[in-house]
């Protein structure tokens, strides 16, 4: 099939011809149908089975049924709970949950990947969206309550708007778009929102045909309207904005100079956190689409100045670049999530690449080219693959042995209303009902007076892992062997005397 030739539309812009029919004639069954695709290998692969992270407990607590609300750290954003309010607040099943998000993160591709129809070819916004929506990472976390992959959604939505915005003043559906997509990037992560509206004001600043003051307001009153609800909970909840923002640089370990792409490479493995990530490297094959990443968009850039086509690659690769600046130089941890942004801004240039390879080689040549990169791809697609089912995996197993131990504590006589400290206190106090507070860390939410004045009038569980020492204050409290969760050290229970078997 001959590639789909570029021509110019009525409105100035490109737009995409093919007289045989392919995706260039039908952008929206083509993109939806790698929505399709992208929903079910979730539904299939992933969702069946998976159990509730921490930070997903946390964040359904709020608004859910099930148990009392988990405290919310200063470093959160209330965004996510409320994507997942119409369902978590009408049921208690996972499954519901991950069906419900499964196909919600479908249709978020399909709008993400909608915009850039009008300012690349289609086949390559298809080439893109499946690159992204391949990676494990993307489908790991697909159906989960977690903000990382909307904020991915968020970021290429607004950078596709905010280059219709700056190329066609008429276009004021473009500039809404852009006010939106800020506004939902920063309600799921306000940080993150403005290291994605920074380079976009500059660059609109920079280049004076694209000077207009509608979307430097777009930029600003999106991220300042989004970042709102977590600026007012700052003062009504954490002694204002300040404290907030210092608060959340003590649980994030302090934002300076630290540089994360080791542990990055070594949780890409299939680590949801690597924190502190001394653990060894042991499957490089899993890093080798992190190394080509750089060399692949950089040959997109170049791929789109030859055909003059420079900012339709340039400004989603220097999003992505911001986007990627405080997780991989400003702590020293790394959960492959943080960068779900950059990929998905980074994917565009990587696609135009792949594709320019293909149609600018020779014609005796194109043969070996296709099939080069086809056996590339289905490479990178079954080590993604062979992550996933292990990191899938390992997730059902855990839902498993939570469950087992939020059994075993129930037979125990730990019945709502009920608190539970301590180790993995979050997850399992979410299972059994009760709620979960912590004397100190960053989750810390109660003294210790006043978890012993609990445990006076209701059963509390101290959870303690391995061979640690009890907290003094459990002396003479009843203990229970709890199964193993994962491949950690067993558990053991310090049950307060109310807790009745």
């Not at 630290?258 to 949780?267: E, M």
Request: glycine share 10%.
């Amino acid at each position: 099939m001959q590639p789909a030739r570029l021509a110019p539309s009525p409105s100035g812009h490109q737009s995409r011809t093919d007289p045989r029919g392919g995706p260039a004639a039908r952008p929206l069954l083509w993109l939806a149908g790698l929505a399709v695709v992208f929903t079910l290998a979730q539904l299939v692969l992933v969702a069946p089975g998976m159990g509730l992270g921490w930070d997903e407990s946390v964040y359904i607590s709020q608004v859910g049924s099930q148990a009392p609300a988990a405290f919310f750290s200063a470093p959160r954003a209330r965004g996510i709970t409320f994507l997942v309010a119409p369902v978590a607040g009408l049921t208690t099943s996972v499954d519901a949950l991950r069906v419900y998000l499964s196909v919600l993160s479908g249709c978020g591709l399909l709008l993400s990947l909608w915009v850039w129809r009008r300012l690349l070819p289609v086949v390559v916004v298809l080439l893109a969206g499946a690159l992204f929506g391949g990676l494990w990472i993307t489908l790991f976390y697909g159906p989960q309550a977690m903000p990382n992959l909307w904020v991915a959604y968020a970021a290429l939505l607004a950078t596709g708007c905010f280059l219709r915005a700056v190329r066609d003043p008429a276009d004021r559906r473009a500039l809404t778009g852009l006010f939106c997509a800020v506004v939902f990037a920063a309600l799921m992560r306000p940080a993150d929102a403005l290291w994605l509206a920074a380079p976009l004001a500059v660059a609109a600043l920079c280049v004076r045909a694209w000077r207009r003051p509608a979307v430097l307001l777009a930029l600003a009153a999106g991220a300042a309207l989004g970042c709102a609800p977590w600026i007012i909970e700052a003062y009504v909840g954490y002694g204002g904005l300040a404290a907030r923002l210092r608060r959340a640089g003590e649980i994030q370990g302090g934002m300076g100079w630290k540089l994360a792409f080791d542990a990055q490479l070594r949780a890409i493995e299939g680590r949801s956190l690597c924190r502190p990530c001394d653990v060894p490297w042991r499957h490089p094959a899993t890093a080798a689409w992190w190394f080509a990443l750089p060399l692949l968009t950089a040959g997109g850039v170049l791929a789109a100045a030859r055909i003059h086509r420079l900012a339709v690659a340039l400004v989603p690769a220097l999003a992505g670049i911001s986007l990627a600046v405080p997780y991989l130089l400003l702590i020293d941890y790394a959960a492959p999530r943080f960068l779900l942004p950059t990929y998905a801004l980074l994917a565009l240039p990587v696609a135009l690449c792949l594709f320019r390879l293909v149609t600018g080689a020779r014609p005796q040549l194109r043969p070996l080219v296709v099939a080069a990169v086809v056996l590339a791809l289905a490479g990178h697609y079954a080590v993604q693959y062979a992550v996933l089912h292990v990191v899938a995996s390992r997730s059902r197993e855990t839902r498993e042995a939570v469950g087992r131990i939020a059994a075993e504590l129930h037979r125990e006589g730990l019945r709502p209303p009920c608190t539970v400290s301590g180790e993995e206190a979050v997850r399992i106090a979410f299972r059994t009902g009760c709620s979960s507070r912590q004397i100190g860390g960053h989750d810390g939410s109660i003294t210790r007076a006043g978890l012993l004045e609990a445990a006076g009038s209701r059963p509390v569980a101290v959870l303690v892992a391995g061979d640690r020492a009890a907290p003094s204050y459990t002396h003479g409290w009843r203990v229970q062997e709890l199964p193993r969760l994962g491949g950690r050290a067993g558990f053991r229970a310090y049950l307060s005397p109310s807790a009745q078997p």
